[in-house]
DNA sequence: CACAACTTTCAAACATTTCTGAAAGTATAA
DNA sequence: TTATACTTTCAGAAATGTTTGAAAGTTGTG
């Protein structure tokens, strides 16, 4: 496969992906973009190879920034900004895996807590609400320890543990 | 809290917490009101509880249905169908974490590997392209077989395990 | 068969999200 | 200070995704 192929495939499927995941397509591209690229880009080079406006690029560029996925940074002698973006793929997850349990899972946890506090002599359905958000808060703790450890440990630990857990597996 | 209320948020929180990964409100809200309730419900049930149309109800119930999370039943003598779901929390993850796989990580997985086979003679950035590929690769396996352990083991295997991966953490 | 009870489909209406581009804003250099 | 080189903002346009409702389809019953 062409350079030039491959570089436009992976974008497409970054982007595809992040839609489904709830990011914005650009957003997923100009990420995909900057990853696959060994040095830093303009707003003038992303908008040049994704074909988007500069308004888009720029707005896009923020919402990477405050996920504190891409970096800002200058040239002495240069006006424009330079854009770079961690190149370590286990260091974005962990970035990736914080910032959507900041912005996502927090805010449910609290809404099923307060849930979870019903009074359950209203009846057989307010006891299975109850049962229901219990459980749901477990497994989205659960969820949480797990995606901590793994995302604050180094891969090859991550690559062994589970390797030993699905061995081990009841 | 009151029941009625209690009810009413988490269908609203559920619905949220969709649209924030990819999956449409309204299948999200009519899943909450499905676990939530302890009996089977009709179309006309749902059209009333979430105030919204029957052609809509209809056809979320049946993505839903392709999702394998919810099923259709019907009672003797009674020529309407009961949609019922799965109440059991960690039997649903299990079976969310399958799909999605399915839908969204294989394909994006065979993309990268079609990429990964970039001929690298290109020049730096196609070497670039190749290592973010292969890491990507790497950590999808990962994530991967970590879901697959997981979600086919019972809950309070999981939980030990994590618990104890926590403590002799690296 | 005809009818009744129900479900599904789908074109059009509606809602939401995303994108553009021009204007406003900011920073640096001379 | 003014000019220049850039970035940001945001109202409206465009694209995309969702919902409705009425018609068509299906199934069971007499």
Redesign the interface.
């Known amino acids: ?3 030039i192929q ?2 436009e ?2 974008i497409q ?2 982007g ?2 992040g ?4 990011i914005n397509k650009t957003m997923a591209q100009i990420f995909a973009l900057l ?4 040095r830093s880009m303009t707003v003038e080079e992303i908008m040049e190879e994704l074909s988007i406006s500069r308004g888009n690029v720029s707005m896009n560029l923020r919402l990477l920034i405050d996920w504190e996925i891409v970096e800002r940074t200058t040239k002495k002698g240069e006006r424009k900004d330079y854009y770079y973006c961690e ?1 370590d ?2 260091a974005l ?1 962990r970035k990736v895996a914080e910032q959507r349990k900041d ?2 899972i927090k ?2 946890l609290k ?2 807590e ?2 979870n ?3 359950t002599t ?5 006891v ?2 109850k049962r ?2 219990s ?2 808060i ?2 989205v703790h ?1 969820t949480d ?2 995606l ?3 995302t ?4 090859s ?3 062994k ?3 030993s ?2 061995k081990k ?2």
Chains 1, 2 share one sequence.
């Open positions: 496969m062409e350079y491959a570089k495939e992976f499927a970054w595809a992906l839609s489904s995941w709830g990853i696959v690229t060994p190149r793929v286990w997850c912005r996502e805010p449910v809404v099923l307060q849930v506090n019903i009074d209203e009846g057989e359905d307010a299975e609400l229901v958000t459980e749901l477990d497994v659960l320890q797990a901590t450890t793994f604050n440990s180094d891969r630990w991550v690559s543990t589970i390797l857990m699905m597996k009841k």
